[in-house]
């Protein structure tokens, strides 16, 4: 970086540089700021500025810094370097990948850059070019577990588990307690359906971290897919760890309702609107979602049911059917096109309360809604 101007500068850099040798943090930000009273455009005061605001937790002010630092010092690879990072962990890959792709612009022999950048293009969804990005960092650094693990997680992704394996192993020898490593490897075993390794992989991780709420839930989740009594503990140990996450939830439940446990699996099942995988949004209509709320009276109402996920689950849950008009409303019932026909024939065999229209059409005024899949909750369904 270019040396400040002036003396006074000089001196409160020296000054700053002890203090944060020294460990006392706050002398550093105030010599820091002191720097920039006599030169703004400070780009290292400006720099360890943002480092320490970004470790303090004021992420926001720690951007502005570095930003600033930037129109100073804009080819400076330890300053890329913090502003990258900053990017990506506020959940911003694509810019931290125009960050670190100028800094291979640099320079090309850095194996960590190649690796970071390889992760934003794995986040930003473009699998070939991460996998030639992990490739070049192992070019250039062969023993570096955590490019092989990046690219066994990308592979894995793309179902080459058989490849991804390969990677993962190759890591673990260099550094056996790679804990994340060790979780990723149980994820391509599972893949392969190679359960007893599985399990094990996942065991290791949950043995090495055993606050990660990710390697408690994998850990947990598997046994649970080989019905191990040991699975609920390890599933309610990965909600304690992590009470909000819909994911956590969402196994839970499934354990639940294997074993006959209706009330609280179908319950912890409403967490599936809140999935980020494998799950269509609630439909947002303007009229309430029922629960089954015993003080709303459904008399003289009318209540949509509408189909959310596949023809077996359409008329698994068709069962529910007489139960509903028990409470007293009319029903429209809203199926899959290609299971309209059918479905209106069995609702005309039920009950002439029962509008069935496929699903696309206009409906019909109704009064509440709720989608099959919810009505073992609203009824509170047991064996």
């Known amino acids: ?38 030169e703004p455009g400070n780009g290292f005061a400006l720099h360890h500025l943002g480092l320490l605001a970004w470790n303090q937790g004021r992420r ?3 951007r502005t810094l570095i930003e600033k630092a930037l ?3 804009p080819d400076h690879v330890p300053l890329l370097l913090s502003a990258g990072e900053m990017l990506h962990d506020l959940g911003e890959p694509r810019p931290a990948l125009d960050i ?10 850095l194996p ?36 092989l693990n990046n690219l066994g997680v990308v592979l894995t992704e793309e179902h080459d588990p058989a490849s991804a394996i390969d990677n993962f192993e190759q890591a673990l020898q260099l550094q056996p307690d790679y804990a994340a490593c060790h979780n990723n490897l149980g994820v391509a075993l599972r893949q392969r359906l190679e359960y007893d390794r599985a399990v094990a992989a996942f065991e290791h991780a949950f043995r090495l971290d055993p606050a990660n709420a990710d390697f408690a839930g994998s850990y947990g989740e598997i046994l649970s897919l080989l019905y191990d009594p040991r699975a609920e503990a390890l599933l309610r140990e990965a909600l304690r760890l992590r009470p909000t996450d819909p994911e956590k939830h969402w196994n ?14 179908w319950q912890k099942y409403e967490w599936r609107w809140q999935r980020t995988k494998n799950q269509n949004p609630l439909r947002p209509f303007q009229q309430p979602f029922w629960h089954g709320e015993p003080e709303t009276d459904l008399h003289n109402q009318t209540l949509l049911l ?45 009950s002439p309360r029962i509008t069935v229209v496929s699903h696309g059409d206009p409906l ?20």
């Open 306 to 350: 509408h189909a959310e996920q596949g023809f077996g689950d359409t008329f698994q849950f068709l069962r529910y059917l007489p139960l509903i008009l028990e409470r007293g409303p009319d029903v429209i019932l809203e199926v899959q096109p290609p299971i309209y026909r059918l479905t209106k024939e069995f609702a005309a065999r039920l």
């Open 71 to 73: 129109q100073s010092e």
């Open 112 to 147: 960590e850059i190649w690796n970071a950048a390889g992760v934003c293009f794995q986040e930003t969804r473009q699998p070939t070019s991460a996998i030639e990005f992990f490739l070049r960092a192992l070019g250039l650094k062969p023993a570096f577990p955590e490019a």
């Open 100 to 109: 670190f792709l100028r800094i291979l612009a640099i320079d090309n022999s």
């Open 364 to 383: 019909p005024n109704f009064d509440f809604h709720i989608p099959l899949m919810s009505l073992p909750t609203a009824i509170a369904t047991t064996l």
């Open 252 to 265: 839970l439940g499934i354990e639940f309702l294997k074993h006959g446990h209706y009330i609280e699996g």
């Open 1 to 38: 970086m270019s040396a400040p101007s002036n003396y006074p500068a000089i001196k409160l850099l020296q000054l700053a540089r002890e203090s944060l040798v020294a460990g006392d943090l706050a002398a550093a930000e105030a010599r820091f700021n002191s720097v920039l009273s006599h």
């Open 60 to 62: 926001a002010e720690a």
